[in-house]
């Protein structure tokens, strides 16, 4: 049987190479002509005697239908739209086939009566304002409703949130700093839409819209909300579709919109960008609430308080585990950091390599004949001395370092940091924030959390 296989891969090997070598040739199915594509337009009486109800059938098989309704597009074989307002509309009906676009008579269509049902949903009203108004909303540029105006997601999970960047990362590193204009949504005799983009050289346009509670969508026709992701990062080039959002949500003065970035911009994948609107009404009344910086930080330390909160009163010292379950990182600008879990940052900072690694290390602070230093990095142990400046809170470990991640950006590799939030006598329940770098432009620190663990 060996001796059968050789000689049949010898033999094989010269047909597979012929056929490797053979010129392939494609051939698309051709083109089906315009009188052999069948399809309905019927608006259901019984349904609405007005004639708002309009099922749409394609008849051809083997064929892409493209539906334009005037309010909105669709692609199915068969859909159903409504109409809410009462009007002259047109339903433009073309199929791909054969890697051409065939396009058929459009069908006129009279929708003699309102039908406002079908725009007072909660979703409806909070867009518009409802029938017969209009609502406008602006950028989210100066993080009014706290999040800053774009957020990245996971485009395969809209609950896992990338990066939120506050306004002071998001300019100028992801957007250009301007005033973007307002965009309006309104129900004044139908689904209309209007926006003027300042920050596009004050581009105008006017449109109509579609609202999909079902799916949780936002199909805009003629017209694209506010952006401008940095066009140095191409931002904008890499969405190919900006008539499809993903509504993440929307309130009576909040309204986030996802549009996916399917193409590669820097070396970065996909992504679900997602832009945050505020109503103009909320925005014109919006008063910042003056909130002081997070509890704990820049602490005051009596005589010898921060030496005992690190080592504890007793010889034997205290235990120090990176806090990987609970919240492990944080960048505390002007004194308030924005995590609240380590999954707030997952992958683009915390990752799971850290997570193995606070699962296996921990660090000692003693005073057994000194002021003594251990590090057990994956069971390999490492000691030295400590030392701290009591006027500025610093900490110098001598011949070591904090817990390390060669594989990660953040890994602490400085021996000096400083204890930027604490707690005296609640280090138990919350722990110490050890601030390992400081941005001066945005005064802010990187930190790591620390919590106190068993010997």
Not at 232 to 243: A, H, L
Request: net charge negative; glycine share 10%; hydrophobic share 35%.
């Amino acid at each position: 049987m060996i001796r059968f296989s050789k000689i049949f891969v010898v033999l094989f090997l010269p047909l597979v190479v012929m056929i490797s070598c053979q010129k392939e040739s494609y051939n698309l199915e051709p083109t089906i002509d315009k009188s052999n594509v069948k399809f309905t337009v019927v608006q259901d009486l019984a349904a609405d005697p007005g004639g708002n109800t309009v099922v749409l059938t394609n008849e051809t098989q083997g064929v892409l239908p493209i539906w334009d309704y005037g309010t909105g597009r669709s692609t199915r074989m068969r859909d159903t739209v409504r109409f809410a307002f009462k009007g002259n509309y047109m339903v433009k009906f073309s199929v791909l086939s054969g890697g051409s676009e065939v396009k058929l008579d459009s069908v006129p269509l009279v929708v003699s009566a309102d039908n406002l049902s079908y725009v007072q949903d909660k979703e409806w009203i909070d867009l518009t304002g409802g029938p017969g108004n209009e609502k406008v909303w602006l950028l989210d540029t100066e993080g009014k409703m706290g999040a800053g105006p774009i957020t990245f997601l996971n485009p395969a999970n809209f609950s896992e949130v990338w990066w939120w960047p506050a306004p002071a990362d998001v300019y100028p590193g992801v957007m250009e700093q301007g005033d973007y204009g307002s965009m309006t949504f309104s129900l004044k005799g139908g689904p209309f839409f209007r926006n003027e983009k300042l920050i596009e050289g004050g581009l105008k346009e006017n449109g109509t819209f579609s609202l999909s509670i079902a799916t949780k969508t936002l199909t805009l026709n003629g017209a694209t909300i506010l952006r401008s992701y940095k066009p140095s990062k191409n931002g904008i080039t890499g969405v190919s579709n900006w008539s499809k959002y993903e509504i993440i949500e929307i309130s009576e003065n909040s309204l986030r919109l996802g549009v996916l970035r399917d193409k590669d911009v820097d070396g970065e994948g996909p992504a679900m960008l997602v832009y945050n609107f505020i109503s103009k009404e909320y925005s014109d009344n919006w008063v910042p609430v003056e909130t002081g910086p997070d509890e704990g930080f820049n602490p005051t330390f009596k005589r010898g308080e921060l030496l005992n909160m690190l080592a504890g009163s007793s010889a034997s010292g205290r235990m120090w585990l990176l806090d990987g379950s609970g919240n492990a990182v944080d960048w505390i600008g002007k004194g308030k950091g924005w995590t609240k879990s380590s999954n707030d940052s997952r992958d683009w900072g915390w990752n799971n390599s850290w997570d193995a690694v606070a699962s296996s290390s921990w660090i000692l602070f003693d005073r057994l004949g000194g002021q003594n230093y251990t590090r057990n990095q994956n069971g390999i142990y490492t000691t030295g001395q400590f030392t701290i400046n009591e006027e500025t809170n610093e900490v110098t470990l001598i011949g070591n370092t904090l817990i390390q991640n060669p594989e990660s950006w953040m890994n602490p590799t400085q021996n000096v940091f400083k204890v930027v939030k604490a707690y005296p006598g609640k280090e138990a329940n919350k722990g110490i924030w050890f601030g390992t770098s400081y941005t001066a432009e945005k005064d802010e620190w990187f930190a790591f959390h620390y919590v106190l663990g068993s010997k």
